[in-house]
T-cell receptor, first 113, second 118 residues
């Protein structure tokens, strides 16, 4: 079935370090891909998205490119800040399935000052 | 910016009691969803709702669960007889639905209701 696999955390980095969180997906159709972020004690916020192959989503310095050939959507940021500490969820949705979102297990990111 | 709202933010209930979680989706949205997140685990799809009926539901969404859009603004999730394992954060979400391949739909999530069953 359709699924999302993302790297397990927690991931701990120093401020200004480079971030990569790996995400791969399995889908029967042509999914849209998303990264959601959940800050401590809060709900889910859409961070970025890409709706077709080779699209790059970007927001707040984060980027992810929809790679159909490797079925991946890795999240990257060149220089992380303490305020980026949160749980990051990779996700997909398929138009054909009432657009329900299928989430990965989440990666907890902690940034040291 | 319009947002999805949910009430209450926290609810504590006794096992076997009925609970109703409320959501107000964004006003021009057509599709509505409930998800849940058990503490420390992934977010799981429960149900989608369109045109006053369920579009899709997961295995989690058994006969103890029901959804309703009682008026033009609210969207509710009812759990008839709560169990300990229903303790979770429940998220409501909504989208418009642009027709066509590669549509630009984005699901907007509410802040969640944290349900604790004792």
């Amino acid at each position: 079935g359709d699924s999302v696999t993302q790297m397990e955390g927690p991931v701990t980095l120093s401020e200004e370090a480079f971030l990569t969180i790996n995400c791969t997906y399995t889908a029967t159709g042509y999914p849209s891909l998303f990264w959601y972020v959940q800050y401590p004690g809060e709900g889910l916020q859409l961070l970025l998205k890409a709706t077709k192959a080779d699209d790059k989503g970007s927001n707040k310095g984060f980027e992810a490119t929809y790679r159909k050939e490797t079925t991946s959507f890795h999240l990257e940021k060149g220089s992380v800040q303490v305020s980026d500490s949160a749980v990051y969820f990779c996700a997909l949705s398929l138009y054909s399935s009432a657009s329900k979102i299928i989430f990965g297990s989440g990666t907890r990111l902690s940034i040291r000052p | 910016e319009p947002e999805v709202t949910q009430t209450p933010s926290h609810q504590v209930t006794q096992m076997g009691q009925e609970v109703i979680l409320r959501c107000v989706p964004i006003s021009n949205h057509l599709y509505f969803y409930w998800y849940r997140q058990i503490l420390g685990q992934k977010v799981e799809f429960l149900v989608s709702f369109y045109n006053n009926e369920i579009s899709e539901k997961s295995e989690i969404f058994d006969d103890q669960f029901s959804v309703e859009r009682p008026d033009g603004s609210n969207f509710t999730l009812k759990i008839r007889s709560t169990k300990l394992e229903d303790s979770a954060m429940y998220f409501c979400a909504s989208i418009t639905r642009d027709r066509g391949i590669g549509s630009q739909e984005t699901q907007y999530f509410g802040p969640g209701t944290r349900l604790l069953v004792l």
